[in-house]
């Protein structure tokens, strides 16, 4: 889902082509001296969640910068080993024994109290917050995405199941509904509606991109190409699945049955989960790129995830994969979601920026709400950054907080440390009052 500003929110001041029902900021271009002193890059924030743990046994790190040593379900990230950081040992303390999964995950980036029972009660997460704070800047104050749908129900342990499947939450009862579909993200994304979806953005603001590239450098003007050309690539995919997703609703409606019950691909979503969670990146890094958002959290695999991986050879479920987590099986399971990730980070470190990259002013989260499947273990979290936040993180490095103590230790403590950097004054947030060393 794209959680919307009213009609009188402004743009960044980049400069920005406007058509017909859509107004796309610019990638960065010297001969517009996009930012100055005054006119910072903007800084961005994004999370991606993969339910039920990792392969301990293949997830460490240690060193720093090009001497970094990534194991073997961190090595997609070794292209972007100088602007990551590894950081091992953090916990939510009442995250922990109030029961297995809705409860390891409800308050994940919050660190709130959940309750059991019917009604729901979290708190308002990390993402929120932030868009609360810098979304009045961008059209949609954020984003929010799944490659699954979410559960219903409850758990054995009496805990709903939308602590499961819902990473954002606004309030402490309202979770962000996701979005699932690549074709209504982007759609809501560029707010398009009624017969603008059949005309591309890109036609909408062709006559003043034609116009600005006659005023730019011979270097913009390849940029510039090069950009709307990547916009436009991910705009001819989500027509395909636009197509695939009507269907979808058509045949639901001829059978009477829901279209979110049914299975992919009858259900319009993508058959090859591969190429969903690919093109749920690419519509982030769009979001960032043309500054449509700052903020996008993404759940990759639920707690509780049926997700099947044939692609991995792999014939269990994720859930229940997760309870072998330390086989060669899940091990792939772990590198494939560190791969979106990696995929997501090397696209933005790809959009120049001034002197950086659009990563070097972003600072994504990989984490899930495990650290061992099999034992329900989530002592610790498996957690990376990427991206430097507009240089006021420092990258390059694995960091081990696990002896530290647990006041030393707490994701809270990490959310205060990031909530600060995009000006977020808070006290405390979740069971934290301080902020968290050496980050």
Same mark, same amino acid.
């Given at each position: ?71 073997r ?18 916990f ?53 995405l ?54 591309s ?98 759940l ?15 014939r ?7 309870? @072998?987590?330390?086989? =060669? ?7 494939? /979601?560190? &791969?979106? #990730?990696?995929?997501?980070?090397? !696209? ?14 972003s ?38 907080? @696990?002896?530290?103590g =647990? ?7 990490? /959310?205060? &440390?990031? #909530?600060?950097?995009?000006?977020? !004054? ?8 301080t ?5």
């Amino acid at each position: 889902m794209i959680r919307k500003r009213n009609e009188g929110r402004t743009m960044s001041r980049r400069a920005v082509l406007r058509g017909a029902g859509v107004a796309v900021a610019l990638p960065w271009l010297e001969s517009l001296h996009a930012a100055t002193a005054s006119n910072p890059f903007p800084k961005r924030f994004g999370v991606l969640f993969m339910g039920n743990g990792v392969n301990e046994d293949h997830w460490s790190a240690s060193g720093s910068g090009a001497a970094m040593k990534l194991s073997r379900s961190l090595e997609p990230l070794e292209p972007l080993k100088r602007k990551i950081n590894v950081i091992d040992g953090l916990f939510h303390k009442r995250a922990t024994g109030q029961g297995i999964h809705p409860a390891q995950t409800g308050s994940l980036l919050s660190g709130a109290n959940i309750q059991r029972g019917p009604i729901l009660k979290a708190g308002i997460t990390v993402d929120q917050v932030i868009a609360n704070q810098i979304g009045q800047d961008t059209p949609q104050s954020s984003m929010v995405l799944a490659c699954e749908q979410p559960l219903t129900g409850y758990h054995e342990t009496n805990f709903s199941m939308a602590y499961s499947s819902h990473l954002s939450w606004e309030s402490a009862d309202s979770p962000v509904p996701s979005e699932v579909y690549p074709s209504l993200a982007f759609d809501n994304l560029f707010e398009n509606r009624g017969l603008l979806r059949n005309s591309s953005i890109l036609d909408r603001v062709r006559t003043r991109a034609e116009t600005l590239s006659r005023k730019v450098s011979a270097d913009d003007k390849a940029k510039l190409d090069e950009y709307l050309t990547s916009v436009r690539e991910v705009e001819k995919r989500v027509e395909r699945l636009r197509v695939d997703k009507h269907k979808a609703d058509e045949a639901g409606k001829q059978k009477n049955v829901p279209t979110l019950t049914m299975a992919r691909p009858a259900n319009g979503l993508p058959e090859d989960l591969r190429d969903h969670t690919r093109l749920m990146c690419d519509i982030v890094a769009i979001g960032f790129q043309t500054d449509r958002t700052r903020v996008a959290t993404m759940l990759l695999a639920n707690d509780l995830s049926a997700q099947i991986y044939p692609f991995l050879q792999m014939r269990e479920g994720h859930h229940s994969a997760s309870h @072998y987590n330390n086989s =060669d099986g899940y091990e792939r399971i772990t590198r494939f /979601y560190v &791969s979106q #990730l990696a995929y997501l980070a090397g !696209k933005l470190d790809a959009m120049p920026e001034g002197n950086g990259t659009v990563l070097d002013n972003s600072c994504l989260m990989f984490l899930s709400n495990l650290w061992i499947g099999r034992k329900h273990d989530n002592s610790k979290l498996p957690v990376v950054l990427a991206g430097g936040l507009g240089g006021t993180i420092e990258t390059g490095r694995a960091l081990d907080y @696990y002896g530290a103590g =647990d006041e030393n230790r707490k994701m809270c403590s990490l /959310y205060l &440390s990031i #909530l600060d950097r995009f000006g977020v !004054k808070a006290e405390r947030f979740g069971d934290a009052e301080t902020r968290l060393e050496r980050l």
